[in-house]
């Protein structure tokens, strides 16, 4: 199975600085067949990035992914207090889907 | 609006059985893949099992082969999972999610609400 890693585990920042997170896949991940979900407390995940780059219906312009192959990264150019959550990265190129462990972006 | 509505979760002893529902709504049921992702307490994402929208093609992660069968009614636009020989680490919220349109390979785009398993003696 395609192994995906994100670092950092934990992102420490304040509202309005730019938060960059990675996800390396143990396996390349074609047609970058990447994707990104918010998930805050108590709550589903939420897509906001698929394709390696394509943002989903209704994502802020300020959630930007990118990268191809093995390494990929969601960047949050400005950071809202909303946006304090944990962030998932997937790949659905090939079963079994699999997930990142996580990063947690939380407030400075 | 596409929703999915999680039921079946509670309390179970370990090696006993439960069986998950999803009902779903805003969405041509029968076009989509359907997928359960669960996540244990305080732990992340795990993907368990993904079913083809006409229901002739199942997967499932290797952690549940052989116990879970995954299932779908497209005349009720239900989703189920069969969960047999239930085991303590099998204690999770499980979701139910939208997954792949026939016509393309795409993310899983809506999730349930999740309904909780615990298996505790």
């Known amino acids: ?108 | 609006e596409v929703q999915l509505l999680e039921s079946g979760g509670g309390l179970i002893q370990p090696g006993g059985s439960l069986r998950l529902s999803c009902a779903a709504s805003g969405f041509t049921f029968n076009n989509y893949a359907m997928t359960w992702v669960r996540q244990a307490p305080g732990k992340g994402l795990e993907w368990v099992s993904t079913i083809s929208g006409g229901g002739a093609n199942t997967d499932y992660a290797d952690s549940v082969k052989g116990r879970f069968t995954i299932s779908r009614d497209n005349s009720k636009n239900t989703l189920y999972m069969q969960m047999n020989s239930l085991r303590v680490d099998d204690t999770a919220v499980y979701y139910c999610a939208k997954d792949s349109p026939k016509w393309d390979l795409l993310p899983i785009d809506h999730w349930g609400q999740g309904t909780l398993v615990t298996v505790s003696s």
Do not use: H, M
């Not at chain 1, 960059?20 to 396996?27: E, Y």
């Not at chain 1, 918010?38 to 990035?49: D, T």
């Not at chain 1, 150019?77 to 959550?85: C, G, I, Q, W, Y």
């Open chain 1, 1 to 108: 199975e395609n192994v995906l890693t994100q670092s950092p585990g934990t992102l420490s920042l304040s509202p309005g600085e730019r938060a960059t997170l990675s996800c390396r896949a143990s396996q390349s991940v074609s047609s970058n067949y990447l994707a990104w979900y918010q998930q805050k407390y108590g709550q589903a995940p939420r897509l906001l990035i698929y394709g390696a780059s394509r943002r989903a219906t209704g994502i802020p312009d300020r959630f930007s992914g990118s990268g191809s192959a093995t390494d990929f990264t969601l960047t949050i150019s400005r950071l809202e207090p909303e946006d304090f959550a944990v962030y998932y990265c997937q790949q659905y190129d090939k079963p079994p889907w699999t997930f990142g462990q996580g990063t947690k972006v939380e407030i400075k």
